[in-house]
């Protein structure tokens, strides 16, 4: 079982910027994707940025340039900054952990934090 934890959600004005932890603990494989979703109201969960175990990235259109994932191995957290916030940046934000073992997939959210982007 793994478990994952976030923070670091909260109300910001329109171009401020705001930084997303999520602490991963349990049985987690080493070889891993993590990642943010977010969802607005009466909207689809879509992801936001995803980082390899090694460090690859993948972002949306949407927030190139302006929000950056990381993580840090040893503490098994991942990070989202993000700067020059937008209303439409509003939302739940998901953190998400999916790796491989043995041959099944496994898949695990947190419980969400809410970010909003005041104009």
């Known amino acids: 079982q793994v478990q994952l934890v976030e923070s670091g959600g909260g109300l910001v004005q329109a171009g401020g910027s705001l930084r997303l932890s999520c602490a991963a603990s349990g049985s987690i494989a080493a070889h891993n994707v993590m990642g943010w979703y977010r969802q607005a109201p009466g909207k689809q969960r879509d992801l936001v940025a995803a980082?390899?175990?090694?460090?690859?990235?993948n972002y949306a259109d949407s927030v190139k340039g302006r929000f950056t994932i990381s993580r840090d191995n040893a503490k098994n957290t991942v990070y989202l900054q993000m700067n020059s916030l937008k209303p439409e940046d509003t939302a739940v934000y998901y953190c998400?952990?999916?790796?491989?073992?043995?041959?099944?997939?496994?898949?695990?959210w947190g419980q969400g934090t809410q970010v909003t982007v005041s104009s």
């Open positions: 980082i390899t175990s090694d460090g690859s990235t």
């Open positions: 998400n952990a999916n790796f491989l073992r043995g041959f099944s997939t496994y898949n695990y």
